[in-house]
């Protein structure tokens, strides 16, 4: 059964960082790109990054683009999202999602449960 | 980027009546069929059941269907079971960025 497990989330001040982790399982993980979703409380869906399944090749919204860095461990079958510089505006909760094909297509066929991610002061 | 618009916001319907909803693009749609439609309940992740405007997700009954290309598509359910009132987003992948409408809300009336 393919899993996707987020964790990391929580509440933090403005300018501060967090790392999102997403425990991927029951597939094989380089086999596919990989994103990150966000939905901000009582909102619509936006996509945050990407990165490929084998090039590691990475992809951001405008919106996060210099702040957040996406990256994936190979070997612990993990995506990851380093956060930094986080704003009021990024408050959400984040979702991983599996892209269907190997490379950065955009159709996302699998979805973990997400994280919450609180920035205020 | 491509600007997705749904409607209508909320439709109420009844369980066993058809449900349309709508979904038009700014601009066309890079290859007119980049188009996908996900179901969201509340306290959920979304699931994908409509890519390529028109090929179900595996395991997505055959009561959703999706038509349309280029910049006007439509999510039809034929017939609305109880476990089918959710919000229902479209989502561009022709064009970068990837962008997703404000969703359709379809509740029992």
């Known amino acids: 059964e393919v899993q996707l497990v987020e964790s990391g989330g929580g509440l933090v001040q403005p300018g501060g960082s967090l790392r999102l982790s997403c425990a991927a399982s029951?597939?094989?993980?380089?086999?596919?790109?990989m994103s990150w979703v966000r939905q901000a409380p009582g909102k619509g869906l936006e996509w945050v990054s990407g990165?490929?399944?084998?090039?590691?090749?990475?992809y951001y919204a405008d919106s996060v683009k210099g702040r957040l860095t996406v990256s994936r461990d190979y070997s612990k079958n993990t995506l990851y999202l380093q956060m930094n510089s986080l704003r009021v505006e990024d408050t959400a909760i984040y979702y991983c999602?599996?892209?269907?094909?190997?490379?950065?297509?955009?159709?996302?066929?699998?979805w973990g449960e997400g994280t919450l991610v609180s920035v205020s002061s | 980027e491509v600007v997705l618009t749904q409607s209508p916001g909320t439709l109420s319907l009844s369980p066993g009546e058809r449900a349309t909803l709508s979904c038009r693009a700014s601009?066309?749609?890079?290859?007119?069929?980049?188009l996908a439609w996900y179901q969201q309940k509340p306290g959920q992740a979304p699931r994908l059941l409509i890519y390529?405007?028109?090929s179900r997700a595996t395991g997505i009954p055959d009561r959703f269907s999706g038509s349309g290309s280029g910049t006007d598509f439509t999510l039809t359910i034929s017939r609305l079971e109880p476990e089918d009132f959710a919000v229902y987003y479209c989502?561009?992948?022709?064009?970068?960025?990837?962008?997703f409408g404000q969703g359709t809300k379809v509740e029992i009336k």
């Open positions: 990165i490929g399944g084998t090039t590691g090749n990475t």
């Open positions: 989502q561009q992948y022709g064009n970068s960025p990837y962008t």
């Open positions: 601009q066309t749609v890079s290859t007119s069929y980049n």
């Open positions: 029951g597939f094989t993980f380089n086999s596919h790109a």
């Open positions: 390529g405007a028109s």
């Open positions: 999602a599996r892209e269907s094909r190997g490379y950065n297509f955009g159709i996302f066929d699998c």
